[in-house]
């Protein structure tokens, strides 16, 4: 039975690494891209990233405690160890089920969060348009959408200057550039004249990794002649962003879901290996730490 309790102690080391990695994945995702809860105006994301940090910490704490017993030899303390091993296994399946679950609401409610955030925050709460801003730069996007994807009731108002979208064109890019006509970011500019308002932020606009700098922030944000100023002339604008943040940041927190939906089913396949090895080591230990050995019948004289 030796070669079962090498195997135990493999399969907690394993899982401490594989621990303290997830731990190190939900750090980064909560400090570096928890923008994205902001601009979807949804904790889901958040509490996915906290999800696999909790799902790291309690693994390496389960097979910490999985050494201990082990070192200890113990059968009432292996048995609870592996009433912690079925434990595991019934969190890591419910975290892959809440994740699926996740899945499907982000895509259910994405757009119209997206939307609000933008229409209600940017420009008036600073850690939405700060978040917007991160998102857009880093995803090389702009608003929400490059089209209309559904239609919404925030777009039967006019803008803040009072106008309405002037054609098809106009109307067909309401979650596109012309969005930001509807935010605080262009209200604020009202006192100006309208060729030297800034129609979107210079996050919109194309950045030049050899320059290390926007190529024409001044063109992408005014151009009478195609977006986002003009939308019937047709006139490409080569410095600004057309792809939509709604495309580009929903495959993002998709794969944040598909990595929880594989740690929950795949850690969860392998705990159910942790348990067989932790039955067979119960089988050869007793409550005194001993190995069972079968006495010697005695011999009368």
Avoid at 86 to 106: H, M, Y
Avoid at 160 to 168: I, K, T
Avoid at 280 to 292: C, E, L
Wanted: glycine share 6%; aromatic share 12%.
């Amino acid at each position: 039975m030796n070669c079962f309790r090498i195997l135990l102690y493999l399969f907690n080391i394993l899982f401490i690494i594989l621990g303290i990695i997830l731990v190190a994945i939900g750090i980064w995702t909560a400090v570096e891209k928890i923008y994205v809860s902001h601009v979807i105006g949804d904790n889901l994301f958040a509490a996915a990233s906290y999800l696999i940090i909790a799902v790291g910490i309690f693994l390496i704490l389960i097979c910490i405690v999985g050494i201990l017993v082990l070192w200890k030899d113990k059968r009432k303390w292996l048995i609870t160890y592996l009433c912690l091993l079925i434990l595991s296994f019934v969190i890591l399946i419910t975290a892959a089920v809440l994740a699926i679950v996740f899945k499907g609401e982000v895509e259910s409610v994405m757009v119209n969060n997206m939307r609000r955030s933008m229409i209600n925050g940017y420009g008036k709460d600073r850690d939405i348009t700060s978040a917007w801003d991160q998102l857009q730069s880093q995803l090389h996007c702009c608003a929400v959408s490059e089209t209309v994807l559904s239609p919404s009731p925030l777009f039967n108002f006019p803008y803040v200057d009072g106008s309405s979208p002037q054609n098809l064109d106009e109307r067909a890019k309401q979650d596109s550039w012309a969005i930001y006509k509807r935010t605080e970011f262009y209200k604020n500019q009202l006192m100006v004249g309208e060729n030297e308002r800034k129609y979107v932020p210079p996050s919109c606009c194309v950045y030049d990794d050899k320059l290390r700098g926007y190529k024409n922030v001044k063109t992408c944000q005014y151009f009478s002649l195609g977006p986002p100023v003009n939308y019937a002339a047709g006139h490409q604008n080569e410095n600004l962003h057309y792809t939509g943040c709604y495309e580009k940041g929903k495959q993002f927190v998709l794969e944040q879901s598909d990595i929880l939906v594989a740690i929950g089913f795949v850690f969860a396949f392998l705990m159910v290996a942790g348990m067989v090895l932790t039955f067979f080591v119960i089988r050869s230990a007793t409550d005194d730490g001993s190995k069972h050995r079968r006495r010697p019948n005695s011999v009368v004289v």
